[in-house]
């Protein structure tokens, strides 16, 4: 068993920056591949970037490639991921997740959810 706790989420205004981090407990995990999902009211849960437990994999998603990365603190239990340039139509809640194999886009493929953290980007 897996505790994933998102933070780091706040109200930014269009072209804004931040930093969320996911803090894990409860049992090593360290080699466990990682991801960040999004989803907004009314809308599906959309992949945002993965990594992998060596740090040599990480992927992202197409609307986002450029401006967040993702990277992780194996010694510290914590994944992190940076966001730059946010906007409005990103507000959305934030979840963290172990993926379990398969393909690393689809949240189906993922445990050990985290409770989110909210990310509101103003015009």
């Known amino acids: 068993q897996v505790q994933l706790v998102e933070s780091g989420g706040g109200l930014v205004q269009a072209g804004g920056s931040l930093r969320l981090s996911c803090a894990a407990s409860?049992?090593?995990?360290?080699?466990?591949?990682m991801g960040w999902f999004r989803q907004a009211p009314g809308k599906e849960r959309e992949f945002v970037a993965g990594?992998?437990?060596?740090?040599?994999?990480?992927v992202y998603a197409d609307s986002v490639k450029g401006r967040f990365t993702i990277s992780r603190d194996n010694a510290k239990n914590t994944v992190y991921l940076q966001m730059t340039s946010l906007k409005p139509e990103e507000t959305a809640v934030y979840y963290c997740?172990?993926?379990?194999?398969?393909?690393?886009?689809?949240?189906?493929?993922?445990?050990?959810w985290g409770q989110g953290t909210q990310v509101t980007v103003s015009s």
């Open positions: 990594i992998s437990w060596s740090h040599n994999n990480r």
């Open positions: 409860g049992r090593t995990f360290s080699r466990y591949n």
């Open positions: 997740a172990v993926h379990r194999g398969g393909d690393v886009y689809n949240s189906g493929n993922y445990y050990y």
